[in-house]
């Protein structure tokens, strides 16, 4: 993978040649689908007389004959019977906008469909004003050897690292459409992990779902491990994605792969659910952070309203500033509950770990899928791995299928590194050049010591095993009566005292906790006038990941403070009298 970056530089000098026309923010409306069109282009290069001569021979027969043979002679899921190549466009300057016209109508029409939505016509039009248009083809053309030997995944890199220049230079959010490939790599290790037995068997067929795929990375990846693992077996990839550009890369990259490309929809998962009624073996998911359904709202909440449990949203709704939950339960949806269940692995921030009281609809959804026994597993990563924020971000491992010891138990696993020094830091390393906000990798020795500790199971300093019902939480009411100007309890006709309401206070009870227990020893001893109103009693669940791992650092002593200021001044004080004088 070391190349990527020289090719996607090498790629990304060609918008030199736009420089005056174009806006550095548009430059990747010509640059990304041309890079397709190049690589589609360079994939059919070895049969593309065969598919010629294929086609005089075939021309006249419909179309839905005359694809699968033509597919069969490229040796491809897709073919081009243009006479055009990218060579052929660089020798014919005057007529370059018309046959490059041609050439992207003789593709077969998955591959044309893919094209399409780049709208890349409308920038033909305006290179070919420009009289930019046969240079920039002609670079492409020369670019030929760019692609030799080049990997799916490693092609995954480089179209990541476009997208990421192209980002910046809008001020877009480069994290919504890739996720770094360390981070994927991670969570496809422990979604597989304790599956190995039944992945090794031979001709097994396996089926992976990203409702928010980006470019693909993660399908990419589960692809390619499962195939380190058993070549003879087989992972359908099926994804959704709403941005067009990085919805058409992740096509074109599942064409060329062999994937079924029409198992990759368009459009927003919550309103256009391109795949409704599927279920999955595997769902692997980083949706944005933060980012709110206002849009999708009406929809959203009359599925809940209308459809409840039958529906994808019947755990609840969390806050609209925040739709992470929306996907986790579009997923668990989507899970195979009565042929053999599904594992999920998704990537979140920290707000659906404690966000929203009890009986509030995040803790609710957290109720739900806990008391399901679906939460497996969360791992708190290290801050900065993600270009577009330096947050902090947690693994969620959620199954409907957990193996006989995990049952009734999550496993929180903190990966932070923050108890160690940058240098040697078992969990991540420090980049020699930031990418965004993204300065730390997790680096090989880390996934395999993430790997270790989730499949291991065992409790350490970074290992921590809980029952379901220890994230759980009864919030009861305390009141207190309200008294008159004389201090004296006032009483409502039937004689009990009447509730002040500002001095109503609230506590969070553990659910392996006796209410009245916990009252009388924490609230009566200094509250003897106060009781509970049972009737206002919401049962919530919280995960607070911090507590668990926190560990105390006792203070400094002033002595070792005040040795400190003195050597501090004795360094600085040539300094200071070199200033005075």
């Known amino acids: 993978m070391k190349n990527f970056k020289e090719k996607a530089n090498f790629l990304w000098s060609i918008a030199d040649l736009l420089r005056g026309h174009y806006k550095q923010a548009d430059y990747g409306k010509v640059i990304l689908p041309l890079t397709v069109l190049r690589r589609l282009d360079f994939v059919l290069e070895p049969t593309k007389k065969n598919v010629l001569k294929a086609y005089e021979q075939h021309k006249g027969k419909k179309p839905e004959v005359l694809e699968p043979i033509l597919n069969n002679v490229a040796k491809a899921k897709f073919h081009n019977r243009s006479r055009f190549d990218f060579y052929g466009l660089a020798q014919d300057p005057n007529n370059i906008a018309a046959n490059l016209r041609n050439y ?45 030997d080049v990997s799916t995944l490693e092609m995954g890199y480089i179209f990541e690292e476009l997208i990421r220049k192209f980002a910046e230079l809008s001020n877009e959010t480069a994290g ?10 991670l969570m496809v290790n422990i979604l597989f992990v304790n599956d190995k037995d039944i992945l090794r068997k031979k001709g097994i067929v396996k089926t992976l779902y990203d409702p928010a795929c980006g470019t693909g990375g993660m399908l990419s990846i589960a692809e390619e491990y499962l195939n380190e693992l058993n070549p003879d077996a087989k992972l359908e990839a099926f994804g959704q994605e709403l941005n067009p550009e990085s919805f058409a890369i992740c096509k074109s990259d599942m064409l060329i792969k062999g994937q079924n490309p029409s198992n990759i929809k368009f459009g927003n998962s919550f309103t256009q659910d391109g795949l409704e009624d599927e279920t999955f073996d595997y769902m692997l998911s980083n949706p944005p952070f933060g980012v709110d359904w206002k849009k999708a709202e009406k929809s959203i909440k009359d599925e809940y309203a209308l459809k409840g449990f039958a529906g994808r949203f019947g755990a609840g709704l969390p806050a609209i500033s925040d739709g992470s939950f929306l996907f986790l339960q579009h997923m668990i949806s989507k899970m195979k509950r009565s042929t053999g269940g599904s594992r999920i692995g998704i990537v979140f921030n920290g707000s659906p770990l404690f966000s929203g009281a009890a009986g509030s609809g995040p803790s609710y959804i957290r109720k ?122 006032e009483k409502d006709k039937k004689g009990n005292p009447i509730a002040d309401a500002d001095l109503r206070d609230f506590e969070n009870v553990p659910l392996k906790e006796n209410i009245e227990s916990y009252f009388k020893r924490e609230v ?58």
């Open 176 to 185: 919504e459409h890739f996720t770094p490939r360390e981070v994927i790599r």
């Open 368 to 489: 739900w899928i806990i008391e399901n026994d679906m939460l497996e597993a969360i791992i708190a990563m290290p801050d900065q791995l993600f270009y577009n924020t330096g947050i902090s971000t947690y693994v969620w491992i959620v199954s409907d299928r957990k193996s006989k010891e995990r049952k009734g138990k999550v496993q929180l696993i903190n990966a932070t590194g923050s108890d160690r020094e940058d240098k040697g830091n078992p969990f991540y390393s420090k980049m020699l050049r930031s990418l965004g906000n993204k300065r730390k990798e997790i680096h090989e020795q880390a996934i395999k010591r993430i790997t270790e500790i989730y499949h291991d199971y065992k409790e350490n300093d970074y290992c921590k095993i809980f029952d379901n019902e220890d994230f759980g939480y009864s919030r009861i009411v305390v009141e207190r009566p309200k008294r008159n100007a004389k201090q004296q309890i």
């Open 524 to 581: 009566l001893p200094h509250l003897p006038d106060a009781w509970i109103d049972h009737a206002k009693t919401k049962l919530g669940y919280e995960i607070n990941f911090t507590k668990y791992f926190y560990k105390y650092k006792p203070l400094r002593s002033l002595t070792e403070i005040r040795n400190d200021i003195l050597a501090l001044e004795e360094e600085t004080k040539d300094t200071i009298l070199s200033i005075l004088n």
């Open 104 to 148: 992207i109508n003789g593709f077969s029409i998955g591959a044309k469909e893919i094209i399409d939505y780049f709208s890349f016509d409308d920038q033909i039009k305006k290179l070919d004003e420009y009289d930019l248009l046969y240079m920039i083809i002609k670079k492409f053309a020369e670019a030929g050897d760019m692609f030799k």
